[in-house]
Structure formats: C-alpha cells, structure tokens
C-alpha cells in the first residue's frame, strides 16, 4: 500500500518544490501566483455572512457531485444500450454510430447553455451535460470488449446451442468488463468536468462552476480563493476515480493490471 503511493507523494513533493521554486527565482508577485500555504489559508478565511470557505466549498462540492453522479450514472447507462445495440445490429451501427462520433465534435462550451436554457438551472441540466460527456467512451470501449471476445469460446458456446442471451451474459458481457471499466474510469473525471460546465453559465446558484466563476471575477486581487476552487474541483475528480477503481477491483479481480492497483 505505501509503494503505492510513492509516485504520488513523489510527485507531490516535486510540484511543491516546481511551486515555490519559481516564485523564488522569478519573483512572482502573490496577486501572481500565491504561495501554497496562502491557498491552503484560504479554506479558513470567513466567508459571507463569517461561514469558513471550507464550509462554503464543501457544499457547493456535494452539490456538484450530485450532479456529475447522476450525469455520469445516465450518461454510463446510454453509452452501455448503444453498445449492446450496436454489437447486435451492425446495420445499426452504420447508420448511427458516425453521429455519435459527431456529437463529440461540438464544443461542450457550446452545447451546455443550450441545455441550460431549454431545461432550467436545475440539477437536471447539469446532470444531462455530464452525461453528454459521459456516454462516448462507454458506447465505444464497449462495444470494442463486446467483440473481443475468444473465437474458440464463442464456437464451443455455438457447439453447446447456447441461446444468443447466454453468449451474452456468460461469455461477451464478462469479456467486455475490463474495457466497460477502463471506459468508467475516464468518464467519472470527465462527468465531474460536464457538471462544472453546466454550471457556468448564469442562473446556476451552487456549485464548484458558481465558486470558481465568483472567485475569477471577484477575487482576481486574491488568486489563492480561486487555486482553491480549482484544488477542490481537482479533488472530486480524483475521488470519483478512485471510486470507480474501487468498484473495479471487485467486479473483474482476474485483470493483473486491476490486482495489482
């Protein structure tokens, strides 16, 4: 366990010392670029109303966990259909899989105040942004590990006269866990980014989007209020990875790669 986590405490330690270093060297004024302990300070300074910001941030983090765990939970769940359609009709493939390919060619800057407008500020917007994020990997790793399969598995399921629900849940779905989870792991990062972008634009009133916004344009004097915004927006991206990892570990022990995590 504590090998595990050298590379990160060694890199760590390396961005303290990149940090601080330049500062040092280059003289970096702290409306520049603020000390690390100064950002670390800011969690504790009173906010509005004398709230600490660590208050303040943590519920308006829980707010956008919520938001990014239901767009990553909806966005999962579409990416997996399409994909068990997909591997079931090619023709279906042909004809829809280039839209959806092309539906990630749209900035996402563009498309989540179109959302925004058409559903409202709620958390239902957000959600859908993060999903819209979310579903492209899993369509695509999937529908990749559902046709990885071993041909001489498939044959001797053919040979047994295995019912095409069989082939599915005993041989393609446990071939395709591996590339579903490789696919969650890039996505649960990537549904915390949607959520944060739903929230931007204006009308949101909680959220890490809302700090971070607020901090940009009413602490660009303080820049240690807004690194810490981004700390906290960086933390829940790294804690609904590890979650996914954890869930990994369970459901496919077999993988070297997953047993050695």
């Given at each position: 366990m504590t090998r595990r986590w050298l590379p990160s405490l060694a890199l760590a330690g390396a961005l303290v010392v990149v940090w601080e270093g330049s500062k040092a060297l280059f003289a970096i004024p702290t409306y520049q670029l603020p000390?690390?302990?100064?950002?670390?300070?800011?969690?504790?300074r009173p906010g509005a109303g004398g709230t600490p910001w660590l208050w303040i941030m943590a519920h308006n983090a829980g707010y956008t966990a919520l938001e990014g765990l239901a767009g990553f939970a909806l966005g999962a769940t579409a990416g997996l259909v399409?994909?068990?359609?997909?591997?079931?009709?090619?023709?279906?493939?042909?004809?829809?899989?280039?839209?959806?390919?092309?539906?990630?060619?749209?900035?996402?800057?563009?498309?989540?105040?179109?959302v925004v407008v058409w559903l409202g500020t709620s958390w239902v917007s957000k959600a859908v942004i993060a999903a819209?994020?979310?579903?492209?990997?899993?369509?695509?790793?999937?529908?990749?590990?559902l046709r990885s399969v071993d041909p001489d598995a498939l044959a001797l399921m053919r040979a047994l006269a295995?019912?095409?629900?069989?082939?599915?849940?005993?041989?393609?779905?446990?071939?395709a866990l591996p590339y579903l989870f490789t696919a969650l792991r890039i996505s649960a990062t990537a549904s915390v980014v949607g959520a944060i972008i739903g929230e931007l634009p204006v009308g949101s009133r909680y959220g890490m989007g809302v700090v971070i916004i607020n901090a940009a344009q009413y602490y660009?004097?303080?820049?240690?209020?807004?690194?810490?915004?981004?700390?906290?927006?960086a933390l829940l991206g790294i804690a609904f990875y590890q979650l996914v990892a954890a869930v990994e570990r369970r459901c496919v022990p077999w993988q070297p790669s997953v047993a050695a995590a």
């Open positions: 000390h690390l302990l100064e950002i670390l300070g800011e969690f504790l399409l994909a068990v359609v997909f591997a079931r009709s090619r023709l279906l493939e042909r004809g829809l899989l280039p839209y959806v390919m092309v539906s990630q060619t749209v900035p996402i800057l563009a498309v989540a105040p179109m819209y994020l979310t579903f492209f990997p899993v369509t695509v790793n999937m529908l990749r590990g295995a019912t095409p629900r069989q082939v599915f849940l005993k041989l393609r779905f446990p071939a660009n004097w303080r820049p240690a209020n807004l690194w810490a915004a981004i700390l906290v927006s």
